[in-house]
Nanobody, 115 residues
Framework: QVQLVESGGGLVPSGGSLRLSCATSGFTFSNYWMHWVRQAPGKGLEWVSD????????SYADAVKGRFTISRDNADNMVYLQMNNLKPDDSALYYCVRSLKFDLWGQGTQVTVSS
């Protein structure tokens, strides 16, 4: 079954950390760029980060640069998002998304940062 399953969200205080995971299955993971995209309540989708096939060229939105780190494990078909120094504005539903075409989405994992 082709799918992406996110986990690792939760409630943390401002300044805290979380590590999001995305388990992938049903496709050749190592052939695809991967992204993290978030959506805060009442707002649109916001691209957060992406990573190339080899894992050597991550990119970040300005809002998270220096605080978030994306990584991937092609052997285990996993992608991760380490989030440090979290802020209330980071509260959102975080999605793992496949490819430069954004053609496959997970169900999302909720991150809530209290002030």
């Amino acid at each position: 079954q082709v799918q992406l399953v996110e986990s690792g969200g939760g409630l943390v205080p401002s300044g805290g950390s979380l590590r999001l995971s995305c388990a992938t299955s049903g496709f050749t993971f190592s052939n695809y760029w991967m992204h993290w995209v978030r959506q805060a309540p009442g707002k649109g989708l916001e691209w957060v980060s992406d990573i190339n096939i080899e894992g050597s060229d991550p990119s970040y939105a300005d809002a998270v640069k220096g605080r978030f780190t994306i990584s991937r494990d092609n052997a285990d078909n996993m992608v991760y998002l380490q989030m440090n120094n979290l802020k209330p504005d980071d509260s959102a539903l975080y999605y793992c998304v496949r490819s430069l075409k954004f053609d496959l989405w997970g169900q999302g994992t909720q991150v809530t940062v209290s002030s």
